[in-house]
């Protein structure tokens, strides 16, 4: 099983390797480099010990307990110890502006850190947090890196050569933003609980490479020069399987992909209320699904992908009612003009749609979505901006009411996460939703399961009866996989694990 090179294909460009940055192409790679305390069992959600030995949460939930494993080392021969932990952990939760690093928003209601002695660590919060121990097995919120990288600025730690972890892999090389090469640790010994060996990882090698076009990922797979491929195309998936190789789909627990609307603008339409439910009853999400994807995508029912704990049912918010979207818009005052798009006071109501350069289906997704909308009154023009150009745009450009996207992570406290306005933020509400900041409060307040999940559902009721969320479609990452890999497997968000993976010859 031991030896050899795997070659792995993703569409998208690599950016920044900040610790937090959550790309898709990236965090591929950085999953194999740096560890966490907890490892989270992506089939039953279970959270399990890693770097720590074992853990325990005090009874008033407001401090967390961390017995570190012994003879964990950092790729640089230094020691795994309660004070690099806290070095990692004072900067996701308390930021560094000094360095340039802002806080993370996962780490919500952090407290601060206590080291009292090399291999105990004491996390507080000044808020009981019933998501929080999650947190400890995030990829991008928790991920332990070596003294030398976390003294750096933010400009050292986006260098991933700078990048110093525990996990059995390291960086051989880098090319821009287009490759990187890892190789096997030689001492690691120290896998998550379930893995399938102890020692070092079987490959001797991985070359993950950014290759955008679709057709080269798929006959790369056929012709052996590429072992996997990132996000096949739904139209390339039976091409995949008939070549001889698998597919394998893996629904992404947290936030459902959506059209984020973005309420910056007080002169946007979307400030209507009436506007953004006739959008959502405008979207036929299973036609979506039945067109341009395939039955590896889920069709939404909640704010959350299916399988996420303790998600809600926003089945009633989400059903397609053409009629429905038309007499919401009527009553907005938007009639229709002599081509069939709506206007009010001589303006058209017209929307500059973006293509999310982060997911290979967007394109066809929203050109669906177009025609759609078009079937209520309201005109869509699709732009395809460049990953640089859109996250430009998203930042300043003064027509960008709709961003897709998701977070994901294996917890309802996601939502949080996403939209408290002292977090995410991501409706970007120049006031404040204060009703769903005191709801999304409360569920992280809930231990009770049954509870719990009460109080979720409360928190989506608020952001479908506001219409701040348009889902478009479970998110999904499918890989193509040859016929000569084995034990290919990712964490519980969909991102590659490759320590069990191995090559027959």
């Given at each position: 099983m031991s030896g050899g090179t795997l070659t792995f294909y993703d569409p998208v460009e690599y950016a920044?390797?900040?610790?937090?940055?959550?790309?898709?192409?990236?965090?591929?790679?950085?999953?194999?480099?740096?560890?966490?305390?907890?490892?989270?069992?992506p089939e039953t959600g279970e959270l399990k010990p890693w770097?720590?030995?074992?853990?325990?949460?005090?009874?008033?939930?407001?401090?967390?307990?961390?017995?570190?494993?012994?003879?964990?080392?950092?790729?640089?021969?230094?020691?795994?110890?309660?004070?690099?932990?806290?070095?990692n952990f004072d900067q996701h939760g308390a930021g560094d502006p000094a360095r340039g690093i802002t806080k993370d928003p996962f780490w919500?209601?952090?407290?601060?850190?206590?080291?009292?002695?090399?291999?105990?660590?004491?996390?507080?919060?000044?808020?009981?947090?019933?998501?929080?121990?999650?947190?400890?097995?995030?990829?991008?919120?928790?991920?332990?890196?070596?003294?030398?990288?976390?003294?750096?600025?933010?400009?050292?730690?986006?260098?991933?050569r700078n990048w110093v972890g525990t996990g059995p892999f390291v960086v051989e090389s880098v090319s821009g933003t287009s490759g990187v090469t890892l190789e096997r640790r030689e001492d690691y010994n120290w896998a998550p609980e379930g893995s399938g060996h102890t020692g070092p990882a079987y490959l001797e090698r991985i070359v993950f490479k950014s290759v955008p076009e679709a057709g080269t990922r798929v006959g790369a797979l056929q012709s052996g020069e590429a072992q996997v491929a990132r996000n096949v195309a739904p139209y390339d998936e039976e091409t995949v399987t008939a070549g001889g190789g698998a597919l394998e789909a893996f629904p992404v627990q947290g936030e459902t992909n959506d059209l984020t609307v973005q309420l910056f603008d007080p002169q946007s339409p979307v400030q209507d209320k009436n506007v953004r439910l006739a959008l959502q009853a405008a979207?036929?999400?299973r036609a979506i699904n039945e067109t341009v994807l395939s039955p590896s995508y889920g069709v939404p029912t909640s704010a959350l992908v299916s399988g996420t704990p303790l998600r809600g049912d926003a089945t009633d918010y989400l059903t397609y009612d053409l009629d429905k979207a038309?007499?919401?818009?009527?009553?907005?005052?938007?009639?229709?003009?002599?081509?069939?798009?709506?206007?009010?006071?001589?303006?058209?109501?017209?929307?500059n749609l973006r293509v999310a350069p982060y997911y290979q289906v967007s394109q066809p997704v929203l050109e669906v979505l177009?025609?759609?909308?078009?079937?209520?009154?309201?005109?869509?023009?699709?732009?395809?901006?460049?990953?640089?150009?859109?996250?430009?745009?998203?930042?300043?450009?003064p027509d960008f009411y709709f961003s897709q996207g998701q977070t994901s992570t294996a917890e309802p406290g996601v939502l949080r996460t996403a939209y408290g306005s002292d977090r995410q933020n991501v409706t970007r509400n120049v006031v404040p939703d204060r009703t769903l900041d005191d709801l999304l409060a409360a569920q992280s307040a809930e231990f009770d399961p049954d509870q719990r999940q009460k109080a979720?559902?409360?928190?989506?009721?608020?952001?479908?009866?506001?219409?701040?969320?348009?889902?478009?479609?479970?998110e999904t990452q499918v890989f193509g996989i040859a016929s000569n890999v084995h034990g290919f497997a990712t964490e519980s968000t969909a991102r590659s694990w490759l320590y069990d993976t191995w090559i027959s010859q």
């Amino acid at each position: 099983m031991s030896g050899g090179t795997l070659t792995f294909y993703d569409p998208v460009e690599y950016a920044a390797w900040k610790p937090t940055n959550s790309l898709w192409s990236n965090s591929q790679v950085t999953n194999n480099l740096a560890e966490r305390l907890v490892w989270q069992d992506p089939e039953t959600g279970e959270l399990k010990p890693w770097l720590a030995e074992s853990y325990q949460v005090s009874d008033d939930h407001l401090s967390y307990t961390f017995t570190l494993r012994e003879g964990v080392t950092f790729s640089d021969g230094t020691p795994l110890d309660s004070e690099v932990v806290r070095l990692n952990f004072d900067q996701h939760g308390a930021g560094d502006p000094a360095r340039g690093i802002t806080k993370d928003p996962f780490w919500t209601d952090y407290a601060g850190t206590d080291t009292p002695d090399p291999r105990t660590v004491v996390v507080r919060l000044s808020k009981p947090n019933a998501g929080f121990l999650q947190v400890f097995s995030n990829y991008r919120a928790s991920s332990i890196l070596g003294r030398s990288t976390v003294e750096r600025d933010l400009n050292g730690q986006s260098d991933l050569r700078n990048w110093v972890g525990t996990g059995p892999f390291v960086v051989e090389s880098v090319s821009g933003t287009s490759g990187v090469t890892l190789e096997r640790r030689e001492d690691y010994n120290w896998a998550p609980e379930g893995s399938g060996h102890t020692g070092p990882a079987y490959l001797e090698r991985i070359v993950f490479k950014s290759v955008p076009e679709a057709g080269t990922r798929v006959g790369a797979l056929q012709s052996g020069e590429a072992q996997v491929a990132r996000n096949v195309a739904p139209y390339d998936e039976e091409t995949v399987t008939a070549g001889g190789g698998a597919l394998e789909a893996f629904p992404v627990q947290g936030e459902t992909n959506d059209l984020t609307v973005q309420l910056f603008d007080p002169q946007s339409p979307v400030q209507d209320k009436n506007v953004r439910l006739a959008l959502q009853a405008a979207t036929d999400r299973r036609a979506i699904n039945e067109t341009v994807l395939s039955p590896s995508y889920g069709v939404p029912t909640s704010a959350l992908v299916s399988g996420t704990p303790l998600r809600g049912d926003a089945t009633d918010y989400l059903t397609y009612d053409l009629d429905k979207a038309k007499s919401l818009l009527d009553d907005a005052g938007w009639k229709p003009g002599a081509d069939g798009i709506r206007e009010k006071d001589g303006k058209r109501l017209s929307f500059n749609l973006r293509v999310a350069p982060y997911y290979q289906v967007s394109q066809p997704v929203l050109e669906v979505l177009q025609s759609q909308w078009r079937e209520a009154g309201v005109e869509v023009d699709l732009t395809s901006p460049s990953l640089t150009e859109y996250e430009s745009q998203l930042a300043s450009a003064p027509d960008f009411y709709f961003s897709q996207g998701q977070t994901s992570t294996a917890e309802p406290g996601v939502l949080r996460t996403a939209y408290g306005s002292d977090r995410q933020n991501v409706t970007r509400n120049v006031v404040p939703d204060r009703t769903l900041d005191d709801l999304l409060a409360a569920q992280s307040a809930e231990f009770d399961p049954d509870q719990r999940q009460k109080a979720v559902q409360a928190v989506e009721d608020r952001i479908f009866s506001e219409g701040y969320s348009i889902p478009l479609y479970d998110e999904t990452q499918v890989f193509g996989i040859a016929s000569n890999v084995h034990g290919f497997a990712t964490e519980s968000t969909a991102r590659s694990w490759l320590y069990d993976t191995w090559i027959s010859q």
